[in-house]
């Protein structure tokens, strides 16, 4: 496949991850849905060949490994034959619950509830990963909000009731830390590390 490598492939995945992500949040018809998961899965197609042309795996090994782990990880839904089972856990939280209990068994190396958040996730998205593993670990999140008290003679930071509010705050603080000087992915990266330090003891699925 020419100069085609999984090294040179990287930045098209992620690309294309996005636009599939765009065209779902903005509301775009299925005809442009199905489009871009096409160009997702063209890219998951030129990974596997090239590991097979190198004797390696197929995309048909990545299909049944794909398979065979979902319904290894979903006894709840699926029987071991991958049929379905008669009746389903009541709630999202029993699933979650499965599924972590399960990823323990397989994974008994994995010590703390951080190991497998990948380092190349922007800030805000690992930090939100970071905060949901600590959560289903048992830990309890950062809990501070600004108020006058933290920061004399400004306003309290009031949270925002939508997305769209939160959206707003967020991009403010970023406009606040590029008048400052201050790199807002940086220092976010900073604090999801010195919060998973902090918990790092923790026994719990990654």
């Known amino acids: ?3 085609l490598t999984h090294r040179s492939l990287v930045e098209y995945l ?3 991850c996005f636009e599939v992500a765009e065209t779902i949040e903005t509301g775009a018809d299925d005809a442009e849905l199905q489009g871009e998961l096409g160009d997702v899965l063209l890219q998951v197609v030129l990974h596997a060949r090239l590991a097979q042309e190198r004797g390696s795996f197929t995309f048909d090994d990545v299909a049944r490994g794909l398979s065979a782990k979902m319904v290894r990880r979903n006894p709840h839904v699926f029987r071991p ?21 399960i990823k323990r068994v397989e994974r008994p190396e994995r010590k703390n509830p951080f190991e497998g958040i990948p380092h190349a996730l922007p800030a805000l998205a690992k930090a939100q990963k970071a905060l949901d593993r600590a959560a289903r670990a048992g ?31 967020l991009l403010a603080v970023v ?20 919060y998973q330090a902090a918990h790092e003891g923790s026994n719990a699925p990654s």
């Open 81 to 101: 034959d991958g049929s379905l089972q008669d009746s389903f856990p009541a709630t999202v939280e029993e699933i979650v619950q499965k599924w972590d209990a």
């Open 1 to 3: 496949m020419g100069a």
């Open 139 to 169: 830990s309890a999140g950062p809990n501070r909000s600004l108020t006058p008290q933290d920061r004399p003679g400004s306003p309290a930071v009031v949270a925002p009731e939508t997305e769209e509010e939160l959206g707003e705050l």
């Open 175 to 194: 406009g606040s830390a590029r008048r400052k000087g201050f790199d807002a992915e940086r220092a976010l990266r900073g604090a999801v590390r010195r």
């Open 14 to 16: 992620l690309e294309e």
